[in-house]
C-alpha cells in the first residue's frame, strides 16, 4: 500500500509572510533578554515589522506577521499559554483592529508614526482590558495606566519613527520566489 | 544570502543603517504631530486624573471614640446612629458625605487621611455620633 502524499501549495505571499514573521520572532526574542522596569512595559520593536508590512503589502498581511509573532515567539520564550501569552494575544488584536481603521487615515496628513502609537495605545489597552477582567480583578490596576501610556507614546513614536524610515527607502526588487527545495 | 532575502530582517537593518541622512523630522508628517500633541496632553493628563491618592473613599463613622461603620463613597445611601440623646441620619453622596439629621446641635463631620484617621475632635457635648472621611493619604473633605 502507498502511503498517501499530501502536499501543501506554497505561494510567494506565504514565503514573505514567513520572512517577515522570522524577523518579528527574532525582535520578539531578542527583546525578552531586555531588562524591563515594569512587567509588560516592552519597546515592543516587533511591531516595526508589523506597519512595513501593513504599508506593503496590506493588513492581511500584517495580520499573519503579527499573530505569527505572538504565536511562534511565546513558543520559542517558553511562554504559550501562559499568562504573558494571553496579554500579547489580547494586545496584538487590539492594535490589528486599530490598524486596520488606521490605514483608512489620509496617508497625505498621517505616516507611519499615527498608526505605530495608535497600535501601541490599542495594545497596551487590550491588555489592561484582560488583565482587569482575568489577571488582576481590582480598580488598582488602572493606577499603571499612566506608566503604561507614557510607555505606549515613547516606543510608539519610535517604532514609528523607525518604520517610517524603513518605508522611505525603496524596496530592492526580490527575485523570482523559487527557494530550493 | 541578501539576495534571497530581500525584505528580511537582515536586509532591513542594512537599510536602515544606509538611510543614516534622512532627517527624522521629515519622517513626522502634519498630522503625526497633531496626533502626538493630543496623545501627549492625554497621557499628562491620566497622571493627576489617574493617581488622585489623597481623595476619599469611604466616611468612617464613630459613636463616643468606637468604630460603627465605614461608608463608602462612591454609593450613595442614608445611615442611622442611634446615640445617647437620639438619632443622627448620615447622608452619603458619590464622593462626600454629610450629617443630614442629628438631635443635638453642631454635628462634627471632619476629613481625615488613611494616615490620620484619628477620632475627631469637636464640640461633642450634644453629639454622641461624629464621622470621618478616610482616603488613602490626605484629606479632602470637611463638610
Same mark, same amino acid.
Given at each position: 500500500?502507498?502511503?498517501?502524499?499530501?502536499?501543501?501549495?506554497?505561494?510567494?505571499?506565504?514565503?514573505?509572510?514567513?520572512?517577515?514573521?522570522?524577523?518579528?520572532?527574532?525582535?520578539?526574542?531578542?527583546?525578552?533578554?531586555?531588562?524591563?522596569?515594569?512587567?509588560?512595559?516592552?519597546?515592543?520593536?516587533?511591531?516595526?515589522?508589523?506597519?512595513?508590512?501593513?504599508?506593503?503589502?496590506?493588513w492581511r498581511d500584517a495580520a499573519?506577521?503579527?499573530?505569527?509573532?505572538?504565536?511562534?515567539?511565546?513558543?520559542?520564550?517558553?511562554?504559550?499559554?501562559?499568562?504573558?501569552?494571553?496579554?500579547?494575544?489580547?494586545?496584538?488584536?487590539?492594535?490589528?483592529?486599530?490598524?486596520?481603521?488606521?490605514?483608512?487615515?489620509?496617508?497625505?496628513?498621517?505616516?507611519?508614526?499615527?498608526?505605530?502609537?495608535?497600535?501601541?495605545?490599542?495594545?497596551?489597552?487590550?491588555?489592561?482590558?484582560?488583565?482587569?477582567?482575568?489577571?488582576?480583578?481590582?480598580?488598582?490596576?488602572?493606577?499603571?495606566?499612566?506608566?503604561?501610556?507614557?510607555?505606549?507614546l515613547l516606543f510608539g513614536t519610535?517604532?514609528?519613527?523607525?518604520?517610517?524610515?524603513?518605508?522611505?527607502?525603496?524596496?530592492?526588487a526580490a527575485p523570482a520566489e523559487?527557494?530550493?527545495? | 544570502?541578501?539576495?534571497?532575502?530581500?525584505?528580511?530582517?537582515?536586509?532591513?537593518?542594512?537599510?536602515?543603517?544606509?538611510?543614516?541622512?534622512?532627517?527624522?523630522?521629515?519622517?513626522?508628517?502634519?498630522?503625526?504631530?497633531?496626533?502626538?500633541? =493630543?496623545?501627549?496632553?492625554?497621557?499628562?493628563?491620566?497622571?493627576?486624573?489617574?493617581?488622585?491618592?489623597?481623595?476619599?473613599?469611604?466616611?468612617? $463613622?464613630?459613636?463616643?471614640?468606637?468604630?460603627?461603620?465605614?461608608?463608602?463613597?462612591?454609593?450613595?445611601?442614608?445611615?442611622? $446612629?442611634?446615640?445617647?440623646?437620639?438619632?443622627?441620619?448620615?447622608?452619603?453622596?458619590?464622593?462626600?458625605?454629610?450629617?443630614?439629621?442629628?438631635?443635638?446641635?453642631?454635628?462634627?463631620?471632619?476629613?481625615?487621611?488613611?494616615?490620620?484617621?484619628?477620632?475627631?475632635?469637636?464640640?461633642?457635648?450634644?453629639?454622641?455620633?461624629?464621622?470621618?472621611?478616610?482616603?488613602?493619604?490626605?484629606?479632602?473633605? =470637611? $463638610?
Amino acid at each position: 500500500m502507498t502511503p498517501s502524499t499530501i502536499e501543501l501549495p506554497v505561494t510567494a505571499d506565504d514565503y514573505r509572510i514567513a520572512r517577515y514573521a522570522a524577523a518579528a520572532i527574532a525582535l520578539t526574542v531578542a527583546e525578552a533578554a531586555l531588562p524591563s522596569p515594569l512587567p509588560g512595559i516592552k519597546p515592543g520593536l516587533a511591531n516595526i515589522i508589523v506597519l512595513v508590512v501593513l504599508v506593503r503589502y496590506g493588513w492581511r498581511d500584517a495580520a499573519w506577521v503579527s499573530l505569527l509573532r505572538v504565536v511562534a515567539g511565546s513558543l520559542v520564550i517558553g511562554q504559550f499559554l501562559a499568562p504573558g501569552f494571553f496579554l500579547a494575544l489580547a494586545g496584538a488584536l487590539c492594535s490589528l483592529g486599530v490598524l486596520a481603521l488606521a490605514q483608512h487615515l489620509p496617508s497625505r496628513l498621517f505616516g507611519p508614526v499615527s498608526a505605530s502609537v495608535l497600535a501601541a495605545f490599542a495594545h497596551i489597552g487590550g491588555q489592561i482590558a484582560l488583565a482587569r477582567a482575568w489577571l488582576v480583578p481590582h480598580d488598582g490596576v488602572y493606577y499603571l495606566l499612566p506608566l503604561f501610556a507614557t510607555a505606549a507614546l515613547l516606543f510608539g513614536t519610535l517604532n514609528g519613527l523607525v518604520a517610517a524610515r524603513l518605508l522611505a527607502i525603496p524596496v530592492v526588487a526580490a527575485p523570482a520566489e523559487n527557494p530550493a527545495p | 544570502m541578501n539576495q534571497r532575502i530581500p525584505d528580511g530582517l537582515r536586509e532591513m537593518l542594512a537599510q536602515a543603517t544606509d538611510a543614516g541622512h534622512l532627517p527624522w523630522r521629515a519622517l513626522l508628517k502634519p498630522g503625526d504631530w497633531l496626533l502626538l500633541v =493630543c496623545v501627549a496632553a492625554l497621557v499628562a493628563a491620566s497622571y493627576p486624573l489617574l493617581w488622585r491618592g489623597g481623595v476619599a473613599d469611604r466616611a468612617i $463613622v464613630r459613636r463616643d471614640g468606637q468604630l460603627v461603620t465605614e461608608l463608602a463613597l462612591n454609593i450613595p445611601r442614608k445611615y442611622e $446612629v442611634t446615640g445617647a440623646i437620639g438619632t443622627t441620619v448620615i447622608e452619603v453622596q458619590p464622593g462626600r458625605a454629610r450629617v443630614l439629621s442629628d438631635p443635638g446641635s453642631a454635628p462634627v463631620l471632619r476629613a481625615a487621611g488613611l494616615a490620620d484617621a484619628r477620632q475627631c475632635r469637636g464640640d461633642l457635648r450634644a453629639e454622641p455620633c461624629h464621622a470621618a472621611t478616610r482616603g488613602t493619604r490626605r484629606p479632602q473633605h =470637611c $463638610v
